[in-house]
């Protein structure tokens, strides 16, 4: 397997590399958008973790030119600012997953590992929840949870100052920060 990864942060890109090549997973890396469509012409990767934030430029730009290059690849857009709306944006762009930055070695090879031994199924029963839940998929509250973490880096760790930002009263805020989420739940498996 062969991959491209696209981030303008060479150090992690470079950990990154390491790690998934230690698994047997080669990977061409680029820091932006024009290098990134050069080596996925030259390469034809079988997947691409794209962030989206690449300097000036959004990785949701190159989901489309990335698919033309190869229909099949399957395209990762991964961020440190995880938002609905972009993950909205993402999947009807059409990338397969959206994921939290940090990614690990790990997380990608299970997901690529996933995909790979994923099987056709049948139609799944409209009444059934497992049927809508994603392995990938990032849950509601782990999204929110993400998102006032990064309103409290920006406010430098002030309370107030992040209620204020967010539009919530100090102590709503207070009350979300004391429910940490727990562990993701992955959908049960046919068996």
């Not at 998102?147 to 409290?152: G, S, V």
């Not at 209620?163 to 100090?170: D, F, K, P, S, V």
Request: proline share 7%.
């Amino acid at each position: 397997m062969k991959g491209l990864l696209v981030d303008d942060d060479t150090l992690y890109l470079d950990a990154l590399r390491r790690a998934l090549q230690r698994r047997g997973i080669e990977c061409e890396i680029a820091p932006d958008a024009a290098t990134a469509l050069a080596v996925a012409a030259r390469i034809a990767p079988d997947f691409a973790l794209v962030d989206l934030k690449l300097g000036e430029a959004s990785g949701l730009s190159l989901i489309e030119p990335l698919r033309a290059i190869r229909a099949d690849m399957r395209i990762l857009l991964v961020t440190g600012y995880a938002s609905i709306a972009t993950a909205v944006e993402a999947i009807k762009r059409g990338a397969d997953d959206y994921l939290p930055k940090p990614v690990s070695a790990d997380t990608l090879q299970r997901i690529l590992l996933d995909a790979a031994l994923a099987t056709p199924a049948a139609p799944a029963d409209p009444g059934d929840d497992a049927s809508i839940e994603s392995p990938t998929m990032i849950p509601l509250h782990r999204l929110e949870w993400e998102h006032i973490q990064q309103a409290l880096n920006e406010t430098g760790g002030n309370i107030s100052a992040t209620a204020r930002l967010l539009g919530m009263h100090r102590r709503s805020l207070q009350r979300k920060l004391a429910k940490r989420p727990g562990p993701e739940r992955r959908p049960p498996s046919g068996g």
